[in-house]
């Protein structure tokens, strides 16, 4: 279940990586019911559900292996790497995020990172500056859906939420990646329209795939040099500034380490009007199901 040679040392704290707006925007809508979420029954409040989703995760009995001690929630910035128009949200979804995000700090603890204002990045490179600051300091679990984040599998475990299990970039690709960082290469010449990444024009799933598979156990350098060099001159700028965008930032200033896990009480819930599936799953993580119900 874990990409090939990842070290998995026991003796590190173990910690989980949250991409926060991946987590919140799949409860939210799953609670909608423009989505699924087997486990949890979401009558449509999404912060609720979100609350749920996490609750789902942490604690005893979680999903998570080996159960996380640190914790760190990751948002997204207030300019993204590419201006491009976003696919509309309802009109309560930004106010949804903004409740959810106040309340994680009360809920769960652990620590907080976002971007610094008008600096360009996408929640994923605060995820990835997380796990290279990470190195040697704790043994880390990323939790998202975004495939950009496969990049990282090589120094973190990668649980996709959408799989609810932990993942490997072949895996979700059902293809031969030689190496993580060639997740970057492959969007790059596929492109990503939901993050504004355009690819490679002419190249189609098929061929982005013969191309990746083509070039072996290389390094990242290696591998968008040969690209690079075997593809025209304008489709080789395509591909080139394609990978800005799809390779991911390691090093988003002012991103700080996962902080210890402290779960709020149920009190945390009444002061934020959580109510539904939510309280619901947190009752159950604080092993007090009986005298905390929906309300």
Not at 57 to 83: A, H, N, S
Not at 86 to 98: A, E, G
Not at 157 to 186: E, M, W
Not at 242 to 258: Q, W
Request: hydrophobic share 40%.
């Amino acid at each position: 279940m874990f990409y090939p040679g990842y070290p998995m040392p026991r003796t590190l704290p173990s910690a989980v990586i949250f991409d926060g707006r991946c987590l919140f925007d799949m409860a939210w809508f799953a609670a909608r019911g423009t989505g699924s979420m087997d486990d949890i029954d979401t009558p449509g409040d999404g912060v609720s559900a979100a609350v749920a989703m996490l609750g789902s995760l942490l604690g005893p009995g979680g999903r998570l292996i080996p159960t996380p001690k640190y914790l760190l929630m990751c948002w997204e910035g207030d300019t993204p790497k590419v201006i491009k128009p976003r696919p509309p949200r309802p009109d309560n979804h930004r106010v949804d995020l903004k409740r959810f995000q106040a309340l994680v700090p009360d809920l769960v603890g652990g620590a907080v990172a976002c971007p610094p204002p008008g600096y360009p990045s996408e929640g994923d490179d605060v995820v990835a500056t997380a796990v290279e600051n990470c190195k040697g300091k704790f043994d880390v679990t990323v939790v998202s859906a975004d495939k950009d984040l496969l990049q990282l599998a090589g120094d973190a475990r990668c649980y996709d939420l959408g799989h609810k299990n932990v993942i490997t970039p072949s895996q979700r690709f059902k293809f031969t990646l030689h190496r993580p960082s060639h997740v970057a290469v492959y969007l790059a010449l596929l492109g990503d329209p939901k993050d504004g990444v355009d690819g490679v024009s002419g190249v189609g799933k098929k061929g982005a795939r013969k191309m990746v598979e083509d070039l072996g156990d290389v390094s990242l350098g290696e591998a968008v040099e040969r690209l690079a060099d075997s593809l025209h001159a304008d489709k080789s700028d395509e591909f080139l500034s394609s990978l800005n965008l799809t390779l991911l930032n390691r090093e988003v200033p002012g991103v700080d380490l996962p902080a210890p896990i402290e779960f709020g009480d149920m009190e945390v819930l009444d002061a934020h009007h959580i109510y539904g599936a939510g309280r619901t799953v947190w009752a159950k993580l604080l092993g007090r199901a009986r005298f905390y119900g929906d309300r």
